[in-house]
C-alpha cells in the first residue's frame, strides 16, 4: 500500500492513548505501513551503561517516539488546519497530494 503521508508532515491522532494530539511526522516506514510522530506513543527503554572505541555511553532511562500504524493519523489541512483525507491527482503528468476535502494542494 502506498503511503500518502510524508516525513515534514503535520498529523492528528484519531485513535489510541494519544487520540487528539497534533504532532510532526519525524520517519516513515513504508514497508511495515508505519510512521513516527513527535510526542506522539512515547516509550521509556531503560539502558544499560555500555563502552565502545573508548566511549562510555551511561545508563539511565531513555524516553523514545515508537512507531505508530499509518491507519491511526490523518494528515492537517494546511489551509484552514483541520484533519483530511488525501487523494493523488495528476497535474502535468505528475502526481500531486491533494485534500479530499477542500481540493487544495498540500504539497509546498
Do not use: W
Not at 510532526?24 to 539502558?47: A, D
Request: hydrophobic share 30%.
Amino acid at each position: 500500500m502506498k503511503i500518502k503521508i510524508r516525513k515534514g508532515d503535520r498529523v492528528v491522532v484519531i485513535s489510541g492513548k494519544d487520540k487528539g494530539t497534533v504532532g510532526e511526522v519525524i520517519r516513515v516506514i513504508p514497508n511495515e505501513s508505519r510512521l513516527v510522530v513527535q510526542g506522539v506513543n512515547l516509550r521509556i527503554k531503560h539502558q544499560a551503561q555500555t563502552q565502545s572505541r573508548g566511549k562510555t555511553i551511561p545508563s539511565g532511562k531513555i524516553e523514545f517516539e515508537a512507531p505508530i500504524d499509518v491507519s491511526n493519523v490523518m494528515l492537517i489541512d494546511p489551509k484552514d488546519g483541520r484533519p483530511t483525507r488525501v487523494r493523488i491527482k495528476h497535474e502535468n503528468g505528475k502526481p500531486v497530494r491533494v485534500s479530499a476535502r477542500t481540493g487544495t494542494p498540500i504539497d509546498k
